[in-house]
């Protein structure tokens, strides 16, 4: 048989693993950041009337534009927002991959805020966009000063700012953001993939688009949703920079049957948000309880929570799956991070964490580790 070495693959791709959390089916999947809360079936039901009409005009290519999906999500965002403001795809990985696309490539860099989302540096080297790894503050925040600093002496062409933060959960000020528009003439773009799971009324960066139209702002259906596996993600910004975007999609990218399925979706945003409170509040009770079982959670403003003084994390990752319970070792010494569920899953991963105790010291099955190592 063929080995991968026999290929003529591109120099820079040699060595290097596919990427993705592992796909386990057990009970309490609490790894990848999800909405655990199942789509309410009178919405599915309106979904699938969607997709059923939708279905009858396959024969044709679907609206290039993806005009109506457009309008919903500005409607959706408010903030003035309007069609021409709003570019979409499949899944915000593949609005920012379109983004380096249009404004990074060979010669052009992107400067992320490690530890950030494991996608940047992925979409960078897919792109041949050269990745510079910036740093944070203490306990993962990211002052203006410190954020300013670093986009002035790296020059990067463009800016991916993770607010809040994957993994670590950390809001990001409004004042950071500003202060590294200003210090750049590139790209500046803010990732909100958990927007809807901060505190009311707290500041988006929606609000800082006029007048800055090299800043962007990206969203997903994927996460607060509850439509991950529709894979819808989008962002706005000024009409000029969404019409960038359109010299690197590849025609037609949204099918006429994901298009139907997300306006479908959005015209029932009350439903589709309903749980967010309560995720909200299952969040804030992980962030309560670690505490009392010897751990440190950190601030978060998403769905999830990343916290440390975890002795030896492949040990306790392996123990919790052992019982049945997934979460994500995001490769932080000393550190695991979990998504808040609904409150059963929520007492499932807390009743087991206590169980295994701080070394995670329960005989793990083999296997685990395994799965465990494609997160990087
Ligand atoms: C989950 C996530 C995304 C990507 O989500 P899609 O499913 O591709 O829309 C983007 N950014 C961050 C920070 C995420 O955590």
């Not at 959005?266 to 309560?278: G, I, Q, Y």
């Amino acid at each position: 048989m063929t080995s991968l070495d026999d290929l003529p693959l591109r120099s820079d791709l040699r060595g290097l693993s596919p990427y993705g959390a592992p796909q386990k089916r057990v009970p309490v999947a609490l790894n990848v950041n999800e909405n655990s809360h199942p789509i309410p079936e009178p919405v599915a039901h309106d979904i699938v009337a969607s997709l059923a009409r939708a279905v009858l005009s396959l024969n044709r290519y679907p609206d290039r534009e993806f005009t109506g999906l457009r309008g919903a999500l500005a409607q959706y965002l408010g903030h003035g927002l309007r069609a021409e403001n709003i570019w979409a795809a499949n899944g915000s990985n593949e609005v920012l991959q379109q983004v380096l696309q249009a404004f990074g490539g060979p010669g052009r860099s992107l400067l992320g805020f490690v530890p950030t989302y494991s996608m940047y540096p992925i979409l960078a080297s897919g792109t041949g966009t050269r990745w510079i790894a910036g740093t944070r503050d203490a306990d993962f925040e990211l002052s203006p000063a410190t954020a300013a600093e670093q986009v002035r002496r790296a020059k990067a062409d463009i800016v991916f700012l993770c607010a809040p933060n994957n993994p670590t959960g950390t809001p990001l000020s409004l004042e950071t953001i500003t202060a590294v528009y200003d210090a750049t003439d590139g790209i500046v773009i803010v990732d909100e993939a958990y927007a809807e799971f901060a505190p009311d009324g707290a500041p988006t960066a929606l609000t800082l688009l006029p007048g800055r139209p090299r800043l962007a702002v990206s969203r997903t259906m994927s996460k607060a949703f509850a439509f991950a596996g529709a894979r819808v993600g989008y962002l706005a910004a000024d009409p000029v920079f969404t019409d960038a975007l359109r010299l690197v999609r590849l025609p037609y990218h949204l099918s006429a049957l994901t298009q139907a399925a997300a306006v479908a979706a959005l015209a029932h945003t009350a439903e589709m948000l309903a749980m967010v409170d309560d995720i909200r509040g299952q969040r804030d009770r992980i962030e309560q309880e670690l505490p009392g079982l010897g751990y440190r959670p950190y601030r978060s403003g998403s769905n999830f929570v990343l916290f440390g003084g975890v002795d030896d994390p492949q040990a306790t990752f392996e123990a919790l799956l052992a019982e049945g319970v997934l979460i994500r070792d995001v490769g932080i010494p000393g550190h695991l991070r979990v998504s808040a569920g609904t409150e059963a899953e929520t007492s499932a991963f807390l009743g087991a964490l206590a169980r295994v105790g701080r070394a995670g010291s329960v005989a793990a099955p083999g296997g685990a580790g395994e799965a465990n190592k494609l997160v990087p």
